[in-house]
């Protein structure tokens, strides 16, 4: 099965990191977000990827051209001009990058990828700026199990904020970070058949409006439900929180 990541996005929201790079390519532990996310798919067996890039996208490339560098001990022998790698550390990825246009929807960007998708019963779709414990193996089954055509999973977003238990002005209890709300969002981890991107009309489209409409007009769409940790990267201040997550060794998502 194949893994398709959005990773084309300005990300303006943590411009005192993207203006140098792209938001997927913001390190957490010493390592691009974009790794953690394909990690966790690897550690469920998928292994075929097929990253849409756009914005500084030859970022990413140079980051994959050059993966066992970054990797590996090396010894460069500047007067013989020889380099000697002492080990070559490499995931058994299979990695497409695609430019996908700086300016593509996120249906659009899909849609450009269409062809490498071809022949395929199902693939799993994903963003590139967020981690979570999903477990992408139930997930998969789950969706073989329903038969539609697409799957998201649901999750609660993390609370920014403490809440205060109130009856009237008596403080009755507190709660750090509860779940925003109560309410499920789109967690932005799915799997869909190829037969989606029939709902996406070109490069305005954005994914997340006018496709996911018709899939839940159509009775195509169910969710699954992930009541684990799930975290965007949006601002830094949630970068920082990831950050001290792995520091700590506390990182959910490290599952590998």
Known sequence: M???????????RISEETHLRPK???????????????????????????????????????????YFMHMSDVTFDLGNNTMQVHQHKAEPWRVTLVDTGEDTMTGGRLKRVAHYLEGEEAFCFTYGDGVS?????????????????ATVTAVRPPGR???????????????????????????????????????IDGDETSWELDPMARLVADDQMRAYCHDGFWQPMDTLREKNLLEDLWVQGKAPWKKW
């Open 161 to 199: 904020f403490g809440a205060l238990s109130l009856a009237g002005e008596v403080v009755q209890g507190f709660v750090e970070k509860p779940s925003g709300g109560g309410s499920w969002i789109n967690g932005g981890y799915f799997v869909l058949s190829p037969r989606v991107i029939d709902t």
């Open 2 to 12: 194949k893994a398709v990541i959005l990773a084309g996005g300005l990300g303006t």
């Open 24 to 66: 997927p390519m913001i390190e957490i532990g010493g390592r691009p977000i974009l790794w953690h996310i394909l990690k966790s798919y690897a550690a469920h067996g998928i292994s075929d990827f097929i990253i849409c890039c756009g914005y500084k996208g030859y970022v990413i490339k140079e980051y994959f051209a050059n």
């Open 133 to 149: 414990d999903i477990d992408i193996s139930a997930t998969l089954a789950f969706h073989r199990a329903h038969g539609r055509l």
